[in-house]
């Protein structure tokens, strides 16, 4: 063979070499784009922790936050990153006695509107030193407990009145008999 052939044999076996790598390449992207995304069980609690309706809050044993969601910070319960220390002695209470602690986590009464004016928390033990305080927004309930107790005193004084004066109008037709 001369050295025209061997360059034209050389130059076949590049294009040839070159073509096959675009294939395999277009092929495995193809496949990497058709692969289900699998979910670690990591993520799964983190969606589950994100997307939970009560502020949710995990400590690890030097009460510093390993987790906690949006809500959480909306109930005030983190504040600029750290938790409520009401709630950080009830977590340090819980790992002491690995029983259940309940906890008021109300703001204080000088913010307005719409806010969350009653939270509860439950502050339990996850083990390995960890904890997680659980609030919920009681505000509905309390203000509910409020309306009531308001009917319930204007509508016994409004009835004050009109029981007082049949009393007395009994008392002087008795007199007056």
């Known amino acids: 063979?001369?050295?025209?052939?061997?360059?034209?044999?050389?130059?076949?076996?590049?294009?040839?070499?070159a073509a096959l790598g675009a294939?395999?390449?277009?092929?495995?992207?193809?496949?990497?784009?058709?692969?289900?995304?699998?979910?670690t069980v990591?993520?799964?609690?983190?969606r589950v922790v994100h997307s939970a309706h009560n502020g949710v809050v995990v400590l690890n044993g030097f009460g510093d936050i390993?987790?906690?969601?949006?809500?959480?910070?909306e109930l005030g319960v983190v504040r600029t990153g750290r938790v409520d220390d009401r709630a950080a002695r009830a977590a340090e209470l819980v790992r002491r006695s690995g029983e259940?602690?309940?906890?008021d986590l109300s703001?204080?009464?000088?913010?307005?509107?719409?806010?969350?004016?009653?939270?509860?928390?439950?502050?339990?033990?996850?083990g390995d030193g960890f904890t997680v305080v659980d609030a919920h927004d009681e505000s509905e309930a309390v203000r509910l407990e409020a309306i009531?107790?308001?009917f319930v005193a204007n509508v016994s004084h409004e009835?004050?009145?009109?029981?007082?004066?049949?009393?007395l109008l009994a008392e002087a037709v008795l007199d007056a008999a």
């Open 100 to 103: 259940i602690h309940e906890v």
């Open 1 to 17: 063979m001369t050295v025209s052939g061997w360059f034209a044999v050389c130059l076949g076996t590049l294009f040839v070499g």
């Open 66 to 73: 390993v987790l906690h969601n949006p809500r959480a910070a």
């Open 159 to 167: 009835l004050k009145t009109p029981v007082g004066a049949l009393a």
């Open 23 to 39: 294939v395999l390449a277009r092929s495995a992207a193809r496949r990497a784009v058709h692969r289900p995304a699998t979910l």
């Open 42 to 46: 990591s993520d799964l609690v983190q």
């Open 148 to 150: 009531r107790r308001d």
């Open 107 to 126: 703001p204080p009464r000088s913010r307005r509107g719409r806010q969350p004016e009653a939270v509860r928390g439950e502050v339990r033990p996850l």
